[in-house]
């Protein structure tokens, strides 16, 4: 064989034995929770709050009921007629403050007697219909369901080991640091160990359809909440009970039952209940790219076509100097 058709042999054989790597998309740069517009709590369908708070501002798809209840203490609203609290369907208030921020209800609104918003300047606007209340849920809901599934497609690139109840998550890229969980992983220890790049992102994806995310305490190096989020994308039932979250709940298909703990970050739901504490801390969003996904052995095959040709055309050249 010619010494140009052996290269040309080479460089095929090398396509056909190409990494998966580098077969694969650009990583993401980042994820994020845009669509929720820094809303604290975002459901798509109905709430029950009681017996607690919401540092921060709310948004309700469906009918809420509020009792025993606060919103918006630490929002940082400093117009009294922005947004505190929305509901999309009708609201039925027992006592309770909405601290910061107005009060905008699509339906209609049942009070405790005096006014729940108690900023100067704020209102209580009710029978507003859809289309007057300052949160779209249908295009928020059809987004975020959207990146749910779109970030449950990137690839892997951190690794997990659960030992001795400790779940320990391993991430060495300093853009986004993707893990692949499964309910069951989740729901077996006790402590969460994320050891991450400071700067860098945390995403956790996280399979199954009925989910539990409780008695799990937080004892990693990386803390910085604002860049953890953790992506329920198949749960249509996310349990919380008696637990400290860093990070944000990306769950827009779940109803999650909430009973107890607090959350640092933002929470994105189907429904919501429960009297766990929702503290004021706004996911990081960052720009997001495609997926680092394989694309289906496409990339090799046009190697390989582009490659046999010249695998055919250093043949014919040989064949010609005989």
């Known amino acids: 064989m010619s010494v140009p058709l052996r290269i040309a042999a080479a460089a095929l054989f090398g396509a056909l034995v190409l990494p998966p790597a580098a077969l694969a998309g650009p990583s993401p740069s980042g994820v994020n929770l845009a669509a929720a517009d820094g809303y604290n709590l975002v459901t798509f369908s109905g709430a029950t709050l009681s017996d607690s708070d919401i540092e921060g501002t709310a948004a309700v798809g469906g009918n809420a009921t509020f009792d025993s209840y606060s919103i918006g203490d630490q929002a940082g609203i400093s117009n ?3 947004a505190a609290f929305v509901v999309g ?5 027992g006592n309770g403050n909405v601290f910061e921020g107005s009060i905008y209800v699509a ?6 007697g005096y006014s729940l918003d108690s900023a100067p300047g ?5 029978s507003l219909g859809s289309a007057g209340i300052p949160f779209d849920f249908g295009a928020a809901q059809m987004a975020l369901k959207a990146d749910s599934h779109q970030d449950s497609l990137l690839a892997a690139n951190g690794t997990a080991i659960s030992h001795f109840s400790t779940l320990t998550l391993t991430g060495t890229s300093a853009g986004l640091n993707v893990f692949d969980l499964t309910d069951a992983e989740l729901a077996s220890d006790t402590t969460l160990d994320i050891d991450a790049p400071t700067g860098s992102q945390v995403l956790i994806n996280v399979s199954g359809a009925t989910d539990t995310f409780s008695d ?4 990693g190096t990386f803390s910085d909440d604002a860049d953890i989020l953790y992506n329920f994308y198949q749960a249509t039932t996310l349990s919380m009970v008696g637990i400290g979250v860093e990070g944000s709940v990306l769950a827009p298909g779940a109803a999650v039952n909430f009973t107890s703990g607090q959350l640092n970050g933002e929470l994105i739901a189907y429904s919501f209940t429960g009297g766990g504490e929702l503290h004021a801390h706004s996911f990081d969003n960052r720009p997001s790219g495609p997926p680092s996904v394989p694309d289906g052995g496409g990339t090799a095959l046009m190697l390989v076509a582009a490659l046999a040709g010249s695998f055919v055309a250093a043949g014919r050249r040989v064949s010609a100097t005989v």
């Open 89 to 93: 369907g009708n609201l039925t208030a």
């Open 80 to 82: 009294p007629l922005t």
């Open 122 to 126: 704020s209102v209580t606007e009710p």
């Open 107 to 112: 339906g209609t609104y049942s009070g405790p």
């Open 216 to 219: 799990l305490g937080y004892n």
